[in-house]
C-alpha cells in the first residue's frame, strides 16, 4: 500500500477502535444482528435490539403504541411512573433472554483485573469477537461447540463462563455445568468470580429473591444454584475425580494446552470422559481454550482438526493487536517516518489488521523479549505463530505447513498377519482405532503390477518400555518418479514392540508391498549392550528369509570375504545427509506425506544448545521424523522402479543392496 494509503487506512481503524460501546443502549454491539428501535416513554427511547426481539408481541405492541397508549389499551393502566418503572423491568426482563452483552453490563458484577475494585462486566473488543462465534451458534439452534486459542489477559475464560452462566439463570433450568482447569487454582479463581456474580445478583430479575448457592450432596466443589437448580463442578485435569461430569449440558475446559500425559492417563481420556455425558443439542456448550504450549499435543491437534473440518468445534482465535492494552502512541506527524522504518514482518501485521500504534508497541515488545519464538507464543499474529514451540528449528513452519495439507485420514486401520503363507490385513474394531501398536495405510500394495523397486520400507528402532522412544515403520510408493513425479507415504506402524516382533513385523510389511527394499535403521540398538547384539543377530537371521534387505557393507568387501552389516546406520556422517535432504525435499515437495502425527514431530525437532546436535524437544519423540528422512534419501538414492520381465525365470534373483550399491 502506498503511505498516504495506510495512513489512512490506520485511521480508520483507530476510529472503530474509540467508537461508542454502549451495552445499555446497544451503540456499538455487534455480537448479534440488530436495529435501532423507538419506543416513545421509556428511561432509553431509542435502543439498538437485537432483531430476533422483534418477533416478540411485546416489542411489537410497544414500538407501534408507545408506552403510555400500550398501558392504556393492553395494560389497562394509568401512565403513572410506577407502572412504567414496572413495565420496562418487564421489557429488561425479556431483552436479558435475547442480548447478553446488556445482561452482561446491567446484571452481572466482577473484578476489575489490576485496579482492586467491583464493576459491571463490559465487554472489550476481543471479548465481543468471541462472542459473535457464541452467539451465531446459540442462534442456529446448534451446540456451542467452541476451541478457542488465545493470546494473553483479554478475559476469554471470564466471558466463557459468565455465558454459561447466562444460560443458567436465564434460559434453562436444570442445566449443569463443568469447570475443569490444569490446577485447582484455576478453578478456584473461577469459583469466586461466580459466587460474586450470584450474591450480587439483581432482585427485580428473580421475583425478589436473593440468588445463593449450596454444596450439592456435601460437595463443596459442586455448587446448586437456588434458582434455576442448576449445578457447576470445579475440578482440575490434575485431580479430576471431584468432577461431577454425570448429567452435564456444559463444559469448559480451562487451559487445556497445558494438561500434561502421564502414564495410564492422556488430557484426551478425560477430555472424552467429561464431553461423553453431554447430550449434543441447542445451549449445550463444549468449550476448550488455551494458550498455545506447543505443537503435537491434544490442543494442537484438536485445533488442527477444527480448522479442517474434522471435527464439530468452531476454532476462534485472538491475535495480540485485537487488544487494546497493546498499544503506544504515535504523532500522527511521525507516521511516515514510522512507516518507512516498517520491516517486511511489521508490514504483514499491518496487512493483518495492527494499527500502527500497535505495531509500535510490538517493536518495543520484541526489543525486550531474548527470543522471537517466545514473543510468538506469548503474543501470536496467527493461528500458525501461536503454535510456535521451539527458536531452533531444523524444519521451517511454511515447509511443514505446505506438507501438511496433503495428510488425510488413512483407509485401513489395523494390523497385518501371516496365515497360509499369505500377508493379510486385519482391520481393527470400531472404536479401537486410535492410538499406537496399529498399521494405518492410505495406499494398500497393488498386485500383477510386476514393477521392481516400486516400493521402499524404513524402520526406526525403539525401546519397548512405555517411556520409550516408539518404533517406527514406513512405507513409500515410487510409482509416480517412473513419469518424473514424487514418492507418497503409503502406510505406518506406530508403537512399542519387543525387537525380534518389530523385524519380523518389518519383513511382514515389506512382503506385502511386494517384496520391498527393507531399510533397518540398526545403529541405535547396536550400542546398546546385549540388547543390541541380539538385534543384530535377529537381523542376520532375517536375511536368511529375505531376499530385499538393505546391506552397508560394500559388494567389494563382500567378496573379500568381510561379513555382511545389515541395516542402515546413523551416525555423525548420516544423519546431517538424510536430514538435510529432508530439509530440501520439504522445501522442494519431493514427497507427499500423509501422515498427520509426522508433521508434529516435524514441529518439534530441533538444532540442540551446541548447534551441532538435533533431535526432538525435551520430552517429546523423533521417530517418525528419522525414518522418514531416512525413507526419502533412500527413495532419490535407489534406481528408479521398472517393470520387470516376467518371463525371465532369474527376476527374483537375490540383489546384494548397500551404501555403495546405491
Not at 497493546?326 to 511516515?336: R, T, V
Request: aromatic share 10%.
Amino acid at each position: 500500500m502506498e503511505k498516504e494509503k495506510i495512513i489512512e487506512k490506520n485511521k480508520e481503524r483507530l476510529r472503530e477502535i474509540s467508537a461508542v460501546y454502549n451495552p445499555i443502549t446497544g451503540e456499538g454491539s455487534t455480537s448479534v444482528p440488530r436495529r435501532w428501535a423507538a419506543i416513545e416513554g421509556f428511561p432509553i427511547e431509542n435502543i439498538n435490539l437485537p432483531t430476533s426481539m422483534y418477533d416478540e408481541p411485546l416489542l411489537q405492541q410497544l414500538t407501534k403504541l408507545g408506552v403510555a397508549r400500550y398501558l392504556r389499551d393492553i395494560k389497562q393502566q394509568e401512565p403513572n411512573s410506577n407502572n412504567i418503572i414496572r413495565l420496562w423491568l418487564e421489557f429488561c426482563l425479556l431483552r436479558i433472554r435475547h442480548d447478553f452483552e446488556y445482561w452482561a453490563r446491567s446484571m452481572t458484577t466482577i473484578s476489575d483485573k489490576g485496579k482492586g475494585r467491583d464493576t459491571a462486566f463490559t465487554l472489550n473488543r476481543p471479548q465481543r469477537i468471541y462472542l459473535k462465534a457464541m452467539e451465531k451458534l446459540r442462534l442456529e439452534n446448534r451446540p456451542i461447540d467452541i476451541i478457542l486459542c488465545k493470546a494473553r489477559q483479554w478475559g476469554g475464560s471470564t466471558l466463557t463462563q459468565l455465558y454459561m452462566l447466562w444460560i443458567q439463570l436465564v434460559h434453562k433450568h436444570n442445566w449443569n455445568s463443568v469447570i475443569c482447569g490444569d490446577i485447582e487454582k484455576q478453578s478456584s479463581i473461577v469459583a469466586g468470580m461466580l459466587a460474586k456474580v450470584i450474591s450480587r445478583y439483581p432482585t427485580w430479575a428473580t421475583g425478589g429473591k436473593q440468588l445463593t448457592t449450596t454444596p450439592y450432596q456435601g460437595a463443596q466443589k459442586t455448587r446448586v444454584i437456588s434458582w434455576s437448580n442448576s449445578r457447576y463442578s470445579l475440578g482440575s485435569s490434575q485431580k479430576p475425580d471431584s468432577l461431577r461430569s454425570e448429567d452435564i449440558s456444559m463444559a469448559h475446559l480451562t487451559e487445556v494446552g497445558l494438561w500434561k500425559a502421564t502414564h495410564g492417563r492422556k488430557p484426551e481420556d478425560l477430555v472424552q470422559s467429561i464431553f461423553g455425558s453431554i447430550a449434543s443439542g441447542p445451549y449445550t456448550m463444549k468449550v476448550i481454550e488455551s494458550t498455545a504450549k506447543g505443537v503435537g499435543n491434544f490442543f494442537h491437534r484438536t485445533w488442527l482438526d477444527a480448522v479442517e473440518k474434522r471435527n464439530n468445534f468452531t476454532p476462534v482465535f485472538i491475535p495480540w493487536f485485537s487488544i487494546d492494552l497493546y498499544s503506544k502512541p504515535i504523532d500522527e506527524k511521525e507516521y511516515g517516518e514510522f512507516i518507512d522504518s516498517m520491516n517486511e514482518y511489521e508490514q504483514e501485521l499491518f496487512r493483518l489488521g495492527a494499527t500502527l500504534e500497535a505495531i509500535a508497541w510490538y517493536r518495543d515488545k520484541r526489543r525486550e523479549m531474548p527470543d522471537e519464538w517466545r514473543l510468538f507464543s506469548e503474543f501470536p499474529s496467527t493461528a500458525n505463530e501461536a503454535f510456535q514451540s521451539t527458536g531452533r528449528r531444523v524444519f521451517r513452519t511454511a515447509y511443514v505447513n505446505d506438507i501438511r495439507s496433503n495428510c488425510v485420514p488413512p483407509l485401513f486401520v489395523g494390523d497385518i498377519v501371516e496365515r497360509n503363507g499369505k500377508s493379510e490385513f486385519v482391520p481393527c474394531q470400531p472404536g479401537e482405532d486410535k492410538g499406537n501398536d496399529l498399521l494405518r495405510v492410505w495406499l494398500m500394495p497393488e498386485k500383477g503390477q510386476h514393477i521392481r523397486d516400486r516400493y521402499i520400507v524404513t524402520v526406526d528402532v525403539g525401546g519397548t518400555s512405555n517411556k520409550a522412544d516408539y518404533s517406527c515403520i514406513l512405507v513409500a510408493d515410487r510409482i509416480a518418479m517412473s513419469d518424473g513425479g514424487v514418492p507418497e507415504i503409503a502406510a505406518c506402524w506406530h508403537g512399542h514392540i519387543e525387537h525380534d516382533k518389530l523385524a519380523w513385523k518389518a519383513m511382514e510389511i515389506a512382503r506385502a508391498y511386494d517384496n520391498a527394499l527393507l531399510v533397518i535403521e540398526a545403529n541405535t540398538l547396536e550400542t546398546e549392550g546385549t540388547e543390541g547384539n541380539n538385534f543384530e543377530y535377529i537381523l542376520n537371521e532375517i536375511s536368511g528369509k529375505y531376499s530385499n534387505l538393505y546391506c552397508r557393507t560394500s559388494l567389494q568387501d563382500v567378496k573379500q570375504g568381510r561379513p555382511r552389516r545389515w541395516g542402515f546406520h546413523t551416525n555423525s556422517s548420516t544423519k546431517p545427509m538424510v536430514i538435510n535432504f529432508l530439509i530440501k525435499a520439504l522445501r522442494d515437495g519431493l514427497y507427499i506425506e500423509r501422515c498427520i502425527e509426522t508433521t508434529y514431530e516435524l514441529d518439534l525437532y530441533e538444532y540442540k544448545e551446541n548447534g551441532k546436535e538435533m533431535g526432538a524437544i525435551e520430552g517429546n519423540h523423533d521417530d517418525r521424523v528419522m525414518a522418514t528422512a531416512i525413507l526419502v534419501w533412500i527413495c532419490y538414492n535407489h534406481p528408479l522402479p521398472s517393470v520387470v520381465n516376467i518371463d525371465n525365470p532369474n527376476r527374483r534373483k537375490r540383489r546384494i543392496i548397500s551404501e555403495a550399491s546405491i
